[in-house]
């Protein structure tokens, strides 16, 4: 099974820019589709974006739309998601999460092993 461990949170200035990171370990992380959520203080945990086992396919969620991008090196076993022009309401903690399948999925039943979650803070 694979353990997740997110980094790369912090606080930043509204229009900023941040990269958090996903780090895996397991035998299987190659065979399994990876996505990032976000949840905010008093409200549900919302799909961020998604990326299937081998790269080839993306999905994102209505919240960072055209302002994030996600991406994994499978030879290093990291997930990535750089977020652009960031938004006080995109203050949440992030988490990467795994589903033992090739394909995303954007509810998070689907997803069985979380990380710890990262803390993003966008404030001046």
């Known amino acids: 099974q694979v353990q997740l461990v997110e980094s790369g949170g912090g606080l930043v200035q509204p229009g900023g820019t941040l990269r958090l990171s996903c780090s895996a370990a397991?035998?299987?992380?190659?065979?399994?589709?990876i996505a990032w959520f976000r949840q905010a203080p008093g409200k549900a945990r919302e799909f961020v974006a998604g990326i299937s086992a081998t790269g080839g396919a993306r999905r994102y969620g209505g919240s960072l739309w055209g302002r994030c991008v996600i991406d994994r090196d499978n030879g290093k076993n990291m997930v990535y998601l750089e977020m652009n022009d960031l938004r006080p309401e995109d203050t949440a903690v992030y988490y990467c999460?795994?589903?033992?399948?090739?394909?995303?999925?954007?509810?998070?039943?689907?997803?069985?092993?979380w990380g710890q979650g990262t803390q993003v803070t966008v404030s001046s």
């Open positions: 999460a795994s589903r033992n399948s090739y394909a995303v999925a954007t509810t998070e039943g689907y997803y069985d092993v």
């Open positions: 397991g035998d299987s992380f190659s065979n399994n589709a």
